[in-house]
């Protein structure tokens, strides 16, 4: 009788193991087999070839990631066919409530970049789109956002298997507002993604984009499978002219190092160089680097509560404190502070807002009156 319940536990936890996955329970998997990049420090190589003008883009960059910030910074080239190769120094930082990028050419002595400022509703898969990010699910062609959040809004997901460089593979696809995407998944290699595969017609573009990548290197660390390389190949088609455009990115990670302690100005502005001229592209404002910090001088880390708060203090009628009765002595120095652009922004709206409503009720007014006079003539003279 013991054998009979022995055999029948084993049968039990044979079918379980081989029962396939789920959808959902493949994307949860591929979700987690990318989890490794939360927090990382590392180098990532990238060569980006044209082939419409023979373009060739090729990056150097140190690379740091947590789960709430990015930043980077490195040399980058481009060589075109006849002309003299460009050279310069990429410099980047993106974190809940700024971007910032910039770059500085060979020969220039500071650096030239803009800013786009957010707001802290947004969400953070934003934070990862940037060098070689495909390795870990984020692809700028998806609007920054990661393919497993693309694929689970899909109405119907389907998985099938696949037999790729020897290896028995699982295939997630669907029909998305995205296009059409394929992700093929090693089960071997903890479930990471080793092929993506993406077509998508953009209409009112009048083009059809083919994208295909490669992960083929792969290498352990604490017993994650972490992707080292992979070749995208992209193919962009004009339907009118049928003029095509491709495209070929090989990246490489290298110095990989895993929940790593960050300097406390490694998501700061510090990582550029001092008189790095900045253009805020959202309002138009000049600003440039001084010992770090923005001058004109902005708290851009600022929350939405302390942006509600600033915009109480802005609004509000001044109180009356006791400086009145300070002597010049005793009374402290005058200072000014400069609203944040958010700020700004919100002023600006509320007052447009208060102009639009008195404009609409001055014309209601008015139409009222003349319709008035027209029906009981005009209001007797005194």
């Not at 029948?8 to 029962?19: H, T």
């Not at 910032?100 to 030239?112: D, I, K, L």
């Not at 992707?227 to 455009?245: A, D, G, H, M, N």
Request: glycine share 6%.
């Amino acid at each position: 009788m013991n054998s009979v319940f022995l055999l029948a536990a084993v049968a039990s936890q044979i079918l379980c193991s081989a029962a396939p996955l789920s959808p959902d329970g493949l994307l949860a998997k591929i979700r987690e087999a990318q989890s490794w990049h939360d927090s990382v420090r590392m180098s990532v190589h990238t060569t980006i070839e044209e082939k419409l003008g023979g373009n060739v883009y090729d990056y150097h960059i140190t690379y740091n990631h947590s789960d709430k910030a990015t930043s980077w910074t490195g040399p980058s080239t481009e060589t075109s066919p006849g002309r003299e190769p460009l050279a310069w120094h990429d410099y980047g930082v993106r974190t809940p409530l700024l971007s910032v990028e910039a770059s500085r050419q060979n020969g220039s002595p500071r650096a030239t970049g803009t800013m786009c400022w957010r707001t802290a509703a947004e969400p953070l898969s934003w934070v990862s789109d940037t060098f070689g990010s495909a390795m870990w699910g984020y692809h700028h062609r998806l609007d920054g956002q990661h393919i497993c959040d693309v694929l689970s809004e899909a109405e119907l997901l389907t998985i099938a298997h696949e037999v790729i460089n020897g290896e028995s593979c699982l295939v997630i696809s669907a029909d998305t507002v995205q296009g059409h995407i394929e992700v093929a998944v090693s089960p071997e290699k903890g479930y990471n993604p080793v092929e993506y595969r993406i077509n998508r017609s953009v209409q009112s573009e009048g083009v059809q984009w083919d994208l295909r990548d490669v992960i083929s290197d792969f290498t352990q660390i604490n017993d994650k499978w972490i992707p080292t390389k992979y070749i995208s190949r992209f193919e962009l088609v004009w339907v009118s002219s049928k003029e095509k455009r491709t495209s070929m990115t090989e990246t490489t990670l290298s110095d990989i190092e895993l929940n790593p302690v960050f300097d406390v100005k490694t998501f700061t502005l510090g990582i550029m160089p001092d008189g790095t001229n900045l253009t805020d592209v959202d309002f138009g404002i000049e600003y440039f680097l001084k010992d770090g910090k923005l001058d004109p001088y902005v708290d851009h880390y600022t929350e939405v509560q302390e942006l509600h708060d600033e915009i109480a203090a802005l609004v509000e009628p001044a109180r009356p404190t006791d400086a009145a009765t300070q002597s010049p002595d005793t009374a402290p120095p005058q200072t000014t502070t400069l609203a944040s652009p958010a700020t700004r922004f919100r002023l600006l709206a509320a007052a447009i807002s208060t102009v639009a409503i008195v404009s609409l009720a001055a014309a209601f007014t008015v139409k009222w009156r003349i319709k008035r006079e027209r029906k009981d003539g005009p209001p007797p003279n005194g």
